[in-house]
Every structure is written in C-alpha cells, then in structure tokens.
C-alpha cells in the first residue's frame, strides 16, 4: 500500500515546492561552515537533551519503581497477588494506549506550557502512591500515571524532529531512550538504600515519596526551559538562531515557528495505510514485550536466583547500566551508517540470545551474566526503532502520527510482557524468558525485512527522480525541504 501512496505525496510536495523560493540565497538563509553548524547542535544537545533526559529519566523511574516497592513490603501492605501486581503493570499500559494521541499535542499548543502540566501532572500522582492504602487506590492511580506519561516520552521523541536533522535524530533518541536503563541503575541504588534502613515509613511509602517528589519540581524549569521552537530558544545568540531557521528550511521548506500549531489531517490518514510505519510498530510491539517487563520483573528475577531482596535490588542495576551505555553506541553507530535496520538486527539478536540463556540454564553466575546481554538488547532496540520510525515519513505530521500509531501498536506488548513472569513459574520463569527471546529474534527478522522493503522503494524513487547525491558544499545548504517528500527524499534504511 505505501508503495502507491509515495509517488502521490512526491508529486504533492514537488508543486508545493514551486511556492518555496528557488534557492537557499533568495530564501535569506544563513550561510554558515559545519563547524558553526557543529556548535549549534551541541548547544541544542546541552540545553535540551539534558532535561529531557532528565524529566524521561524520572518518568521511567516513577513507571517501574513499583518493581522495587512490591518487593519492599508493598506486595503484603496492600494484599498485591502476583494477579494483581499484573493488573497494576497493564493499568499504566491501557491508559498509556489510551492517550496516545495526545502526542500530536505538542504541534497543535505551545510545547513549553504542554511539558510542564504533564510533568506536574505524572509527578503528583507518582508521589500520591505512597499514601495509597489498599490495591484499587493503587489501580486508580496507576491509571492517571499513564494519562500523563503518555503524552510525554512519545512526545518529546516528536519535539526532537523540530530541532534535529535526520541524520542526527538517531543519537538524540538514544539519549533520551537510555534514560530508561538509568533510571533503572538508580531505582536498584535507591532502592537498596531506602529498603535497607528502618523508618517509621514503611519502606515501599519512602520510595515512591523519595522518587516522586523531585519530578513535582522540575515541572518549574520545563515551563520555562522547554523552547516552543529553535528560533525561541533563549539560550541561541541571533546568529545560531539563524543558523537553526536556515536548518529548519532545509529540513521542510519552512521556519521553526511556522511548523508549531496545527495538523493535516490528510497525512494522518496516509499514515495508517502506509506498510512502513505498520511494520515499525509491529517491531515495537516486540520490543515493549520486553521492555515493559525487564526493570519491573528483574529485582524478582534476581531474587528467585537466591539472592536476598536487598542485594536483588542492588544487584539490578549493572545491567541496566551496561544497557544504557549500549543504547547511547548503538544509535551512534546508526546515524554515522544510516544503516538502522541492520543495528536493529544485531539489537534484537543479542537480546534474544540473552534470554535463550536465562531459559535453559540453571548456573546462577551465567544467567546473571544473561541478564546483561537481554538488557543491553532489549533497551538498544527501542531507540533504534524510534530513529527508523522518524527518518521514513515525509512530513511534520506524518512523522507525528506514526509515532502514535507505533505506540498504539507496540504499548500493547506490555500486556503480553506484564503476564509472562507469574511466581508460580519462579525462579527460572522458562515460559516467560521463551517469550520474551521468540520475540526479540522475531524483531530482529522483521528489520530485515523492513531494510529490504526500503531499498525496493530507493531504487523505484532513482528511477523515477534519478540518484540524489549525498555531498554538500562546504557553506551551501543546498536543498530545501529535503526530509520532506519531494525529487530529492530517500529512506534511510
């Protein structure tokens, strides 16, 4: 189906392209050397992607420490099955499916005003769990949690396609994505430190106030530091914002600001015939299996390995420090390569590997040992997917809307992967870790299949438009609207 629809959108942008001036010097663009360019982007990187990754961090951190609090009395405070600890996990992921439209949110209002009420709003709610006083106050929480983080980390991967070009994309996914295995890293360290002392607090109560609390404050600094576009950046010079509006010309056709309120509904449409983003979401899918189970289930993992419930959550947070190293490489790599798929690959091999292991073995050293390789797979491939998802679609609204509909589609692995580790099945979970390896070598089939379908779509757009060179002069940013369909656009594979 997305084959019939390129040449239509190709030939759409290219008449729209007669109304942009006919070259960047009648357009008033900035000229400027890769070294300013250089510099600009990594103040952009400074200032934005340290809070978001920050602000994904905490996000991650007040989703999955619920993990780290069933083993530190929550389970018995509140009468929490392992049934109901499921529902729990999937109560986030409904209204995380749910609310997944409010991702297209950030195009239509002011990007500043939109992060900070769902900052403030998941850190109230995340702090709030510590009063809670039976499983149904818990449900009814985790429910809001979802409302809110729904808009977040989906969001911001779609803010990041305002502010960075498509060969810089990747990276900057990996580094908000790898925020997830820190904050994992910290949850175990927290963790230890909270439940091993002796409070008039109930352990698990200290935990969610400790970690909810700081989310609550940094609500302050996104409204006020999040920049509706590059050119409002207040941290830019007049000179670097011109460099980010001559960016944002050759990345649509258009200024920053004029992309920021409104969408084509159009393109919406186009989205959900399109085989492509279908594929990219079905990739997602496996990837959430895992994703979404790994930091809630590994401290019991660890724990039915024999380890005390102490040291299991001490013990959770080297692999989730090896898996945010490997997310930030992997999408280095990818973006240098533009060869996305192939990572994906390589990604969802490891971590199938990892869990083969922690399936059939029963030493307690190697399968701890498997424990990084299935973290390391597991939290590269998310990012690597998120980077492909945006770099093939050709409009400002179509790569918002494929980043709902692979949501909608992959935040229902955790479904599957909240149901796959019942106690009963402890403490080697070989069901559960079957699972979790058949779809983490199903991803990595599927990134070869989408490479292949990429290429097939290359080669009829040469044919069609001829080769498109991939050299820029020094100084000239040649093309106009080049991530947008038209002659020139090309997928990354």
Known sequence: MSQEKTPSNLEEAAEAATLQPASPRDAGLAHYTRDQEARVVKKLDWNLMTLFFVL?????????????????????????????????????????????????????FPPHIVGAIVVFGWGLIATVQSATVNWSGMMALRFFLGAFEACYGPGIIYLLSFFYLRHEIGFRCGIFASAAPLASTFAGC????????????????????VEGLPTIAMSIFAFFFIPDSPEKARFLTMEEKDIVRSRAVRQVGTDASARIGF??????????????????GLMYFCGNVT??????????????????????????????????????ITTWIADK?????????????????????????????????????????VFSTIPNILGLTLNNQGSDTRRGMSIVLINLIGQCGPFLGNTVYPTNEGPRYVKGMSICAAFMFFSAVLALAQRLLLMWENSRLDRRYGPVSKDRVEGEPEDIAQENYGPKFRYVL
């Open 190 to 209: 927290l963790a230890y430190g909270i439940t091993s002392g002796h409070t008039l607090l109930a352990n698990w109560r200290l935990l969610f106030l």
């Open 56 to 108: 994904y961090m905490l996000a991650f951190l007040d989703r999955s420490n619920i993990g780290n609090a069933r083993i530190a009395g929550m389970a018995t405070d509140l009468d929490v099955s392992s049934v109901r600890y499921q529902w729990l996990l999937n109560m986030f992921y409904i209204t995380y499916v749910v609310f997944e439209f409010g991702v297209l949110m950030w195009k239509v």
């Open 291 to 328: 994703y979404s189970s790994l930091p809630a289930f590994l401290p019991t993992i660890l724990q039915d390995m024999g380890y005390t419930a102490i040291n299991a959550q001490g013990l959770s947070a080297p692999p989730s420090f090896l898996a945010f190293l490997c997310a930030l």
């Open 263 to 280: 969408v084509k509904l159009k393109d919406i449409a186009l989205v959900l015939v399109d085989a492509k983003a279908w594929m990219c």
């Open 337 to 377: 390569t533009q060869q996305r798929c192939l990572v994906i690959f390589v990604t969802g091999v490891v971590g199938g590997v990892g869990y083969i292991i922690l399936a059939t073995v029963d030493t307690v050293g190697v399968r701890y040992f498997a424990t990084f390789l299935a973290s390391a797979g």
